[in-house]
């Protein structure tokens, strides 16, 4: 019972539907996802055995990796977990090494995103376990008695397997002008100087890679990713915020205080407990938030003058 309690607990949670952006059709796409929401929950504890010819000697000696495959673009598929066993000996320790053994070996139509393999692209995030991981650089756990879960990010659309759709969180990141605006003309070749404290507030800032694991962790993001712009992207709209050599940072605040980009924060700190990076999302949004409210304060001063 208790096994089977820790398997749901770990489990996350998914929104298994296709996301069609061509479609005008809203009432069949709001058909297409609660119905393919419904038969993920359904099956959701139905698992494939990838190689059912296994003995349990063989299984008891390797790593049993269940994946979550699914390919909405196929009527006849639906969401499920695959069941792989592989030899850890045989492999480098992170769960993309597995990942990939697993696509070369057993199933090339395995979907998954990778690039960098050294943590730089953001592009492996998903879910390892339970938490939101850049699967290249998260080790993987090497307890041969527990299955390990790899899942998509959650709340996200699937694209396939264990690819999802990142269009809303790029065109989110867009809107925040994530590049140095300035007013004042450049002067010739220039550099624009920064001190070395100036600089410092950028640390921890710039080194996000936008994998949207804090985003996709975040309980206020999962209600409103229409309307709330989620730790990411919040994190970055902070980091041009404080950067030195802007000139735009009223504009910026004045555009983030509108309607709901930033208050949805409940201050509950899964960014920060998830990120790959160590970065502390939370820590910016607080940041960002007295900011907010300091600008809101002068504007109002500056009104009653
Ligand atoms: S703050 Fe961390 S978890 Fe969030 S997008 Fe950046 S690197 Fe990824
Ligand atoms: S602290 Fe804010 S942004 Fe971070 S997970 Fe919680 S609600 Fe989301
Ligand atoms: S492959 Fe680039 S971050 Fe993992």
Known sequence: MLQRLSKVIRRPMFWHGTHHHDSN???????DTVSSTVKG???INYVVEHDPKLTAEEKSKMKQFLIYRYDPADENDFPKYVSYYVDLKKIPP????????IKDN??????????????????CSMNCNGLHKLACIHAIDTDLTQPAYITPLGHMFVVKDLVVDMTNFYTQYKTIDPYLKRKTPK??????IQSVDDRKLLDGLYECVLCACCSTS???????????LGPAVLMQAYRWIVDSRDEYTDERLEKLAEDV????????GMCSF?????????????HLMKLIEEYKERKIASATL
């Open 261 to 268: 980009k930033v208050e949805d924060c409940q201050n509950i």
């Open 41 to 43: 929950i359904q099956q």
């Open 218 to 228: 975040c309980p206020s993001y999962w209600w409103h990713p229409d309307r709330y």
């Open 106 to 123: 057993y199933d090339s139509s395995l979907s998954l995103r990778r690039s960098c393999r050294e943590g730089i692209c953001g592009s």
């Open 274 to 286: 998830t990120c790959p990076k160590g970065l502390d999302p939370q820590k910016s949004m607080n």
């Open 94 to 101: 992170m769960y993309l090494d597995a990942l990939l053994y």
């Open 187 to 192: 002067e010739g070749n220039k550099e624009y």
């Open 25 to 31: 059709d809203a009432t069949k796409r709001l058909f």
